[in-house]
C-alpha cells in the first residue's frame, strides 16, 4: 500500500509543550468564562479529572462535583487532572438537586446535556450569557428529577450505534461550543 502522507508539508515547527508562564497568582487574575460544569454522580475519577483539564483550558468559572462523584483530594483525579484541581475552582454538593437550587439563586441558567426526547442539539441553540451546563453519570446519565429542574436540555448527536459518548468528551464537546457562542474563541496573548 502506497503512503498518502504529503512529505512536502513545513516539519520545521516546535511542539509548544510547557505551561503558561504566568505565575498563579497572575492566571487566577485572569477573566473566567461564565459557564459552569455540574458533574452529577460521576462515577470515574479519570473522567472527572479530564474534566478538571478541560475547565482550565476553557477557564470555565467553577466545577460543580455532586454526590458521588469524586473530588479532592483524590489520587486519581489528581494524576489525570494534571495539577489543575489546584487552581481550577470547585464545589462539592451532597446531591445535584441542591447544586442546581443553589446555581439558581445566582440568576445562571441551567442545562443539562442529555439525549432525551426534548433535548435541542447543542449546536444550533443560543447560549445564554452565564450558564451551568449538568453532565451525568458515565452509565445512568443525569437524573431525571435533575432534568426536571433545569431550564432546557441538549445534546449531541450521534450517528453510531450507541447514544451518547464519554462524559469528559462531551463536556469539551458542549464546553468549546459554549466558550465560541458566549465569547468568541479568541485566543488572548499571554
Known amino acids: 500500500m502506497k503512503s498518502t502522507f504529503d512529505n512536502s ?10 505551561d503558561t508562564a504566568l505565575s498563579r497568582s497572575e492566571y487566577q487574575a485572569l477573566k473566567r468564562n461564565p459557564i459552569i460544569f455540574v458533574l452529577d454522580n460521576l462515577r470515574s475519577a479519570f473522567n472527572v479529572g479530564s474534566i478538571f483539564r478541560m475547565a482550565d483550558i476553557l477557564r470555565v468559572e467553577e466545577v460543580v462535583l455532586c454526590g458521588y462523584t469524586p473530588y479532592p483530594p483524590h489520587a486519581k483525579l489528581e494524576k489525570t487532572s494534571m495539577g489543575t484541581v489546584n487552581y481550577v475552582k470547585w464545589t462539592h454538593f451532597p446531591t445535584t438537586l441542591v447544586a442546581v437550587d443553589h446555581i439558581k439563586k445566582q440568576n445562571t441558567a441551567i442545562w443539562a446535556v442529555e439525549t432525551t426526547s426534548a433535548s435541542k442539539p447543542f449546536h444550533t441553540v443560543a447560549y445564554p450569557p452565564r450558564i451551568a451546563l449538568v453532565f451525568g453519570n458515565e452509565a445512568l446519565g443525569v437524573n431525571a428529577e435533575v432534568i426536571a429542574a433545569c431550564d432546557d436540555i441538549i445534546e449531541i448527536p ?17 464546553g468549546y461550543k459554549a466558550v465560541e457562542m458566549i465569547n468568541g474563541l479568541v485566543r488572548e496573548a499571554l
Not at 508539508?9 to 510547557?18: D, K
Not at 450521534?158 to 458542549?174: D, E, H, I, Q, R
Request: one cysteine or more.
Open 9 to 18: 508539508i513545513e516539519t520545521n515547527f516546535e511542539i509548544r509543550s510547557l
Open 158 to 174: 450521534t450517528f453510531g450505534y450507541k447514544n451518547s459518548m464519554n462524559v469528559a468528551a462531551a463536556c469539551a464537546v458542549v
